[in-house]
Nanobody, 120 residues
Framework: QVQLVESGGGLVQAGGSLRLSCAAS????????MGWYRQAPGKQRELVAA???????NYADSVKGRFTISRDNAKNTVYLQMNSLKPEDTAVYYC??????????????WGQGTQVTVSS
């Protein structure tokens, strides 16, 4: 089965940095878009950053200049480098990937979520 495994979350002070990673594994033919979403308590889930297979990127306005998304297609992995973290960045972060399996199924897959907590 296709699986996305996230890592890198944790507790950090304001101004600090974290690097999230998300590795996809399983019967993967190809991966198209990959991205990171987050959801804070009482708030809607929002797109943080997305990156296409060819490397085209878009960010939420709230993280521009602070976060960097990247991917390693050979490793089926997407990263989110988060710098200058703010308390309002506190949320559960989920990775997402549009994946085509070897048997022809195209779906969005989600990671399990990783908690990022930024203290002031």
């Amino acid at each position: 089965q296709v699986q996305l495994v996230e890592s890198g979350g944790g507790l950090v002070q304001a101004g600090g940095s974290l690097r999230l990673s998300c590795a996809a594994s399983g019967s993967i033919s190809s991966i198209n878009d990959m991205g990171w979403y987050r959801q804070a308590p009482g708030k809607q889930r929002e797109l943080v950053a997305a990156i296409t297979r060819s490397g085209r990127i878009n960010y939420a306005d709230s993280v521009k200049g602070r976060f960097t998304i990247s991917r390693d297609n050979a490793k089926n992995t997407v990263y989110l480098q988060m710098n200058s973290l703010k308390p309002e960045d506190t949320a559960v972060y989920y990775c997402n990937a549009e994946i085509l399996t070897h048997w022809g199924t195209r779906r969005d897959y989600w990671g399990q979520g990783t908690q990022v907590t930024v203290s002031s």
